[in-house]
């Protein structure tokens, strides 16, 4: 079974730009629907971006629209989630996922994903 692995969180001020890494170590998701979602303490997961690898389709929420993008790399098997303009209420558990239930047009929530990664901490502070 595919494994999900996060990278590249780390601590940043405010303003600082980071790129996580979803690494996935097998199968076939040239054509899938993967996303990204954050959990801050206390705080329920909630849904960044997706992106569906077979058209480069992408969606982000609101709050990052604009200074978060999402990408693909097919032959690396690896999604990416570039993040600018960091702002503390951006800090979070980062968490990659794939297997979604249901078409890929929109963030859903985290029950509609079966298959996660452990997730990578970004904190966002001066």
């Known amino acids: 079974q595919a494994q999900l692995k996060e990278s590249g969180g780390e601590s940043v001020r405010p303003g600082a730009s980071l790129r996580l890494s979803c690494q996935i170590s097998s199968g076939a998701y040239n054509r899938a629907c993967l996303g990204w979602f954050r959990q801050a303490p206390g705080q329920e997961r909630e849904g960044v971006g997706i992106i569906f690898t077979g058209s480069g389709y992408t969606k982000l929420a609101d709050s990052v629209n604009g200074r978060f993008f999402i990408s693909y790399e097919k032959l690396k098997n690896t999604m990416y989630l570039e993040m600018n303009s960091l702002k503390p209420e951006d800090t979070g558990m980062y968490f990659c996922?794939?297997?979604?239930?249901?078409?890929?047009?929109?963030?859903?929530?985290?029950?509609?994903?079966?298959?996660w990664g452990q997730g990578t901490q970004v904190t966002v502070a001066s």
């Open positions: 996922a794939a297997d979604r239930i249901g078409a890929c047009f929109d963030l859903g929530s985290r029950y509609d994903w079966s298959r």
